[in-house]
């Protein structure tokens, strides 16, 4: 089992940038790729970007040149940089990690808004 604890969501004016961090605890050894995903109001959840442990990273075409994924294994941490930020980018952002025993699992998600 692996655990996730996301932080960093909050309130951003458009063009502003906001960090979100998710901590793995558990069977962290198992842990292959890590990623986010975003889900908006009245909309299904959608792909962000992922990272693999050998840090190829993937992006949505959405968030291509904004945000940037990145990890650090020795802190099982998963990071999403997101710069100049848009009303669209509003969503619950759920980190998630896939195991090499093929289990995927989810945080409780964390609220970006971005408005004026």
């Known amino acids: 089992q692996v655990q996730l604890v996301e932080s960093g969501g909050g309130l951003v004016q458009p063009g502003g940038s906001l960090r979100l961090s998710c901590a793995a605890s558990?069977?962290?050894?198992?842990?292959?790729?890590m990623g986010w995903s975003r889900q908006a109001p009245g909309k299904q959840r959608e792909f962000v970007a992922r990272?693999?442990?050998?840090?190829?990273?993937n992006y949505a075409d959405s968030v291509k040149g904004r945000f940037t994924i990145s990890r650090d294994n020795a802190k099982n941490t998963v990071y999403l940089q997101m710069n100049s930020l848009k009303p669209e980018d509003t969503a619950v952002y759920y980190c998630?990690?896939?195991?090499?025993?093929?289990?995927?699992?989810w945080g409780q998600g964390t609220q970006v808004t971005v408005s004026s």
């Open positions: 998630n990690v896939g195991t090499s025993d093929y289990n995927v699992y």
């Open positions: 990272i693999t442990s050998g840090g190829t990273t």
């Open positions: 558990g069977s962290t050894f198992s842990i292959s790729a």
